[in-house]
C-alpha cells in the first residue's frame, strides 16, 4: 500500500502503481527468499563466494526478464514511466537501473533476516552460558560434599578403632552435617548462620576427634540477620585449617577463627600453626588442593570480582586465609 501511493502520487495514476507492486511484490519477495534460505545457506555459510555472486546477478537477471516482460504484456507497454526514456526492448540503463533496484530490496531483507538470526543466535548463547554456569556451580557444590564427609568419615574410623564412647556423638553431628548439606547444596545462596553453624559443628567434630591437643577459638560478630552466602564456600578453608595444622610435629594445634559482618561485607579470617619444614607427596599436594582451588572457582563463576577479596598468607609458621566478601 506504501509503494501504490508512493508511485501512484508520482505517476498521477493509482491504477497502474497498484498493478505494477501487485506484479513486482511477489516477484522481490521470491528473491529475496531464495537468497535467504537457499543461496547463502549453501553457498555463503559454506565460504562458496563467487558461487553465490554469480547466482545473484542471474537471479537478478532472469527476475528483469521475467518484471520487464509481464510488466509489457499484463500491465502497459510503458514499462518505464519514470525513467529518462522510453525504452526501445531491454535497454542498458532499464536492466542497471531494475536489477539494482531489486539488489536493494534483497539485501535489505537479508540484513533483516541476518540481524534477526544474530539476536536469536545470541539469546541462545547466552541462555546456554547461563545453564553452563549454573551447572558448573551444581557441580563444584556438590563436589564439596564428598571431600568433606571423607575427612569426616577417617575422623570416625579413627574413634572406632580406639574403641571410643565419642563415636556415636560423631556419628550425630555428622548426620547434623549431612541433613544441611542435603539442602544447602540446593540453593545458590544459604543463610550466613547456618554456613557458620556448619563450620562450628565441623569444628566440634574436630574437638572430639583431638581432645585437649586442640585448641580454637572462633569468633563470630555483626548481625547475620538477612545475610547470604554462597553455601559450603567457607568449610574448605576450615578443612585445609585442620589438615595443616594437625601434624605430628606441630603438638598442640591451635586455629584462630574471626568472622565479622559490617555492613554488606563479611570478612572471614582463619589461621593456624603449620610443622616446621612441611613436605608433602605429590599426592598428598593434590588432595589438599582441591578445597581451595573449588573456592577460588566458585568465587570466579558465582560473584563479581569487586564483590570479595581472597589472600592466603604462608609464612614458616603459619597459614592464613582472609576472604571479604558481600553477603
Aim: net charge positive; proline share 4%; glycine share 4%.
Amino acid at each position: 500500500m506504501f509503494n501504490t501511493i508512493r508511485w501512484g502520487s508520482y505517476f498521477d495514476d493509482y491504477s497502474y502503481s497498484l498493478k505494477t507492486n501487485l506484479l513486482g511484490f511477489p516477484i522481490h519477495m521470491t528473491l529475496a527468499y531464495l537468497n535467504v534460505y537457499y543461496l547463502m545457506p549453501k553457498y555463503v555459510y559454506k565460504k562458496k563466494y563467487f558461487s553465490y555472486a554469480g547466482l545473484v546477478v542471474l537471479s537478478l537477471f532472469v527476475m528483469l526478464l521475467l518484471k520487464y516482460y509481464l510488466t509489457y504484456y499484463l500491465v502497459s507497454t510503458d514499462v518505464w514511466p519514470e525513467g529518462p526514456e522510453e525504452p526501445n526492448g531491454l535497454s542498458f540503463n532499464y536492466a542497471i537501473q531494475m536489477m539494482l533496484g531489486e539488489f536493494y530490496v534483497v539485501a535489505f531483507v537479508t540484513a533483516i533476516k541476518v540481524t534477526i538470526d544474530w539476536l536469536g543466535e545470541n539469546s541462545r548463547f547466552n541462555d546456554l552460558e547461563k545453564r553452563q554456569l549454573a551447572t558448573e556451580l551444581r557441580f563444584l557444590r556438590t563436589q564439596v560434599s564428598p571431600h568433606f564427609f571423607f575427612n569426616t568419615l577417617n575422623n570416625i574410623y579413627a574413634l572406632t578403632l580406639n574403641k571410643s564412647d565419642k563415636a556415636p556423638e560423631v556419628v550425630l553431628k555428622l548426620s547434623e552435617l549431612m541433613r544441611y548439606l542435603l539442602y544447602a547444596t540446593k540453593k545458590r545462596k544459604q543463610d550466613l548462620a547456618l554456613e557458620l553453624q556448619c563450620i562450628e559443628n565441623y569444628i566440634d567434630l574436630e574437638r572430639i576427634r583431638f581432645n585437649d591437643k586442640l585448641k580454637v577459638t572462633v569468633s563470630v560478630q555483626g548481625n547475620l540477620k538477612n545475610k547470604k552466602i554462597a553455601p559450603m564456600l567457607l568449610v574448605p578453608f576450615v578443612e585445609n585449617s585442620f589438615k595443616h595444622g594437625t601434624n605430628d610435629q606441630i603438638g598442640s594445634v591451635e586455629i584462630n577463627l574471626k568472622a565479622r559482618v559490617e555492613g554488606y561485607f563479611l570478612t572471614f579470617e582463619i589461621q593456624n600453626n603449620r610443622p616446621p619444614n612441611q613436605t608433602k607427596t605429590k599426592k598428598e599436594l593434590k588432595s589438599s588442593g582441591i578445597g581451595l582451588n573449588n573456592v577460588k572457582k566458585r568465587l570466579e563463576l558465582g560473584y563479581n570480582p569487586k564483590d570479595y577479596e581472597l589472600k592466603i598468607t604462608k609464612t614458616n609458621q603459619h597459614y592464613k586465609v582472609r576472604l571479604k566478601i558481600k553477603v
